[in-house]
């Protein structure tokens, strides 16, 4: 029987950690005895603290009578549109399977498959967004005409000054660039073309996102303290450059924007690898692990919680001179690199998330298989 073990407990767990769904194991009681990644990534909570805690203390159920069903734990459970609410992490709408462990008294399996998550990570229709963003599209040329026109500014300044300012200089030269792939990216979005993607550094994007509005704000220093939790074994992720760059300026500027009237405001950058998400391709069909995770945080008041459900629909902003457009171009350029992009509020830390998810650039995954299969 120890030999048997052996040989099949690392590969069940094994099994376990790779399932995109949230796999909790309830020991009599309904106390989490263990969980998976993803159980980690739903909960928000590690597996050291989810352990010994019980069921009810870090989800609670809109209706009580499936609770009470769950106790029954000699009977299988399963149930579809559930609304629950997670501590510290809001509501969501989650089916769930409950089943009891063969042969041990008590004990039940618990899967969680988060509909919350599937909304925020859907598919594209593309029709009105498209319709929306073809103004880019007809004002190319006017706005490139400028655009030259300061690119070569910029040379010029560069034989002027000293090595010391030459970085501004080399600055504005890059982001003229970047703004003019840009336009040519939005002018192909009502044909619904996608920039070719390559392994990108995110932390190289993010710094040079964090480059950018610095520069931006040199003359009015702004009062937000921006933090970078960034874990440097991160492989190289699957993107397009100037599409990350583009989306972190618009995000962290966001957020800067929405905590900077409240004491000591913040804004977080922070990278992770979170194992256990998953979404299938609307071209292959083949599902597509989403492990890198860029997490933007600030601790603002929040979006108005009636218009959190619709902020990636174009025309729809909190700011009184705002259009609207930035976050559906931001989701846009996302689902172009295959990722997704999710929003959450924390009310009990004060905090809103923004969560960016991409993949792995392709020779990267396979060393990473490679390494986890011992070849």
Known sequence: MSLLSRTVLPEANRLLASLPHAVILLEP???????????????????????GSTLAQVMSFSDPRLLERLNDFETPVSA???????????????????????????????????????????????????????????????????????????????RKVDERDRALTDLITSEVDRIANLIDQMQKLSRRTTSPVEPCNLHEAARRAIDVIDAASATQPSPVRLIEEFDPSLPAVLGSPDGLVQVIINLVSNAMEACREVDDPRVTIRTRFASGLQLHTTDSGKPVR??????????????????????????????????????????????????????????????????????????????????????
């Open 29 to 51: 009681g309904l106390r989490i005895a263990s969980v998976n990644p993803a159980a980690e990534q739903f909960f928000g909570q590690s597996l050291r603290r989810l352990v």
């Open 290 to 375: 989403l492990p890198v995770e860029l997490r933007i945080s600030d601790n603002g008041p929040g979006i108005d919680p009636s218009m959190r459900d619709h902020i990636f629909e174009p025309f729809v902003t909190t700011k009184k001179s705002g259009q609207g457009l930035g976050l559906p171009l931001v989701r846009k350029l996302v689902r172009d690199m295959n990722g997704r992009i999710t929003h959450e509020r924390d009310e009990e830390a004060g905090l809103t998330h923004f969560r960016l998810h991409l993949p792995l650039a392709r020779e990267t995954r396979k060393k990473l298989m490679k390494w986890r299969s011992g070849t």
């Open 80 to 158: 579809r549109e559930v609304v629950v609410a997670l501590k510290g992490r809001g509501a969501r709408r989650i089916d769930i399977n409950v089943a009891p462990v063969a042969d041990t008294l008590g004990w039940q399996v618990l899967t969680i498959h988060d509909n919350s998550a599937t909304d925020a990570l859907g598919d594209d229709s593309g029709g009105i967004d498209n319709a929306v963003l073809r103004g880019p599209e007809i004002m190319a040329h006017e706005i490139k005409n400028p655009l030259a026109g300061i690119r070569g500014a910029a040379q010029l300044l560069a």
